[in-house]
C-alpha cells in the first residue's frame, strides 16, 4: 500500500503538521508519498529520503516539483502532459485551518480522491469548539457548562472564576489561557480574539483528569489504550507538540474496565455516522464517574500514533472501508422532456 501524506497548508498550525508529518515517517511501514501544501496553497511533491523541519523553514521545499490537483489525484506536469502521482489513498494530515475546516476535505471529495480524513460536515462541525458541544449533546455525551462570547460583546460573559478561555475555531491549545480572577480577564480575551472572533469560556476545574481515546471504524470500532496525559493546569503547547517522542506509546490510563467501557462508548456516539473514514482522538473528563467530552480531534498530532497497539493495522483496516461516494447517474430526463413537450 502507498499512502499519501497530506501537510502544511494556510494555518496557524502548518508547523504542527509539518512535525506530524516527518513523525510518521518513523512509524508507517507502507511506501510514503508526501505532499507539501505551503501558506501560499501551492502543492509540492517532497521526496521522502529528504525530508526535514530545516527543508520548509528555510524554503528549500520550493525546489521540489509542483503539483496540481484534478481528477482522481495529484499531477505533476511534464514535457508530454501531466502524470499522476500514484498513491492508493491520501492521509489529510493538515492541523487546523485548511485541514479541519472543510476546504481540504471539499476538494478530495471534489475531484474524487480517496482520503483518511474527516469529511466536509464532521470538519466543519469539529473545527468550532461551539458546534461540537452542540453536536455533542445531540449524540447525547454530557459536556461542561460553557458560553461562547464574542468580540464584539465581551461584556456578556457570565460565568464566574475561575474559568478557561479558548479561541472556538483553534485546535492545539494555542491562545488558550486561565483565568482565575476577573483582573485577568481582558488579557485572556485579546490572547484569545487574536485567533478567532468567537471564544468559549467554560469553567476551570483543578486537578481533574483528562483521558484521550483515539480509534475509528472499520469492520467493527479500533480503538487505542486510554491515555491520561500529563499536564500542570492544563495541556499546553508544549506539552502537545514540543514532545518528539510522541511516536512512542505514553501513560498509560489506571482505568477500571467499566470505565473504560463508558469512554468508547462516548466515542461511538460521537463517531459514527459523522466521521466515517477518520482516524480520530476525543479528549474526555470523567467528573463524579460520568464521562464529559472536552474536544473531538479530528486529525490529531501525528494521527495518535503512540496510542495504539498496532498503528499500522488500524490504518491499513481503515483504508479498506473508506465511505464511498453516491452515484449521481447522468441523465438530463427532466430537460429532454421538456424539449420533447415543445417538440425539439
Known amino acids: 500500500m502507498k499512502i499519501g501524506i497530506l501537510f502544511g497548508a494556510k494555518s496557524f498550525e502548518h508547523e504542527i503538521s509539518v512535525v506530524s508529518a516527518i513523525a510518521l515517517k518513523k512509524v508507517l511501514k507502507c511506501e510514503i508519498v508526501y505532499l507539501f501544501c505551503d501558506y501560499e496553497r501551492n502543492f509540492y511533491l517532497i521526496p521522502t529520503d529528504k525530508i526535514n523541519a530545516k527543508k520548509f523553514s528555510s524554503g528549500k521545499y520550493k525546489k521540489e516539483t509542483r503539483l496540481h490537483v484534478d481528477k482522481g489525484g495529484f499531477y505533476k506536469k511534464g514535457l508530454f502532459g501531466n502524470t499522476l502521482i500514484e498513491c492508493d489513498v491520501v492521509l ?32 466543519v462541525m469539529s473545527f468550532n469548539k461551539l458546534l461540537t458541544k452542540l453536536y455533542a449533546k445531540e449524540m447525547g455525551v454530557k459536556t461542561l457548562e460553557y458560553q461562547a462570547v464574542s468580540k464584539n460583546r465581551r461584556d456578556t460573559l457570565t460565568i464566574k472564576p475561575p474559568f478557561i478561555v479558548k479561541p472556538s475555531r483553534l485546535g492545539s491549545s494555542i491562545g488558550i489561557k486561565i483565568v482565575k480572577d476577573l483582573s485577568e480577564l481582558d488579557y485572556a480575551l485579546d490572547v484569545a480574539f487574536e485567533f478567532d472572533d468567537t471564544v468559549i469560556v467554560e469553567p476551570f476545574i483543578a486537578g481533574v483528569k483528562e483521558y484521550n481515546l483515539a480509534g475509528c471504524k472499520a469492520d467493527d470500532f479500533i480503538f487505542s489504550i486510554v491515555e491520561e496525559p500529563i499536564k500542570e493546569e492544563f495541556l499546553d503547547f508544549d506539552k502537545k507538540y514540543l514532545d518528539f517522542s510522541r511516536t512512542k506509546r505514553l501513560n498509560e490510563a489506571s482505568l477500571d474496565e467499566k470505565s473504560v467501557l463508558k469512554l468508547q462508548d462516548s466515542f461511538k456516539k460521537l463517531y459514527e455516522p459523522m466521521f466515517a473514514g477518520a482516524l480520530i482522538r476525543c479528549d474526555f473528563f470523567i467528573i463524579d464517574n460520568e464521562v464529559y467530552l472536552n474536544e473531538i480531534n479530528p486529525i ?43 417538440g425539439k
Do not use: T, W
Not at 485548511?98 to 480517496?114: N, Q, T
Not at 491499513?316 to 430537460?335: A, F, G, T
Open 92 to 123: 489529510n494530515l493538515i492541523h487546523g485551518g485548511d485541514g479541519e475546516d472543510g476546504k481540504i476535505a471539499s476538494i478530495l471529495e471534489f475531484f474524487g480522491i480517496p482520503f483518511i480524513g474527516p469529511r466536509v460536515e464532521a470538519s
Open 300 to 342: 490529531p498530532g501525528s494521527m495518535a500514533n503512540y496510542l495504539f497497539l498496532d498503528f499500522n493495522s488500524a490504518i491499513e483496516m481503515l483504508c479498506k472501508n473508506l465511505p464511498s461516494s453516491v452515484n449521481i447517474p447522468m441523465s438530463y430526463r427532466y430537460i429532454n422532456s421538456i424539449q420533447s413537450a415543445k
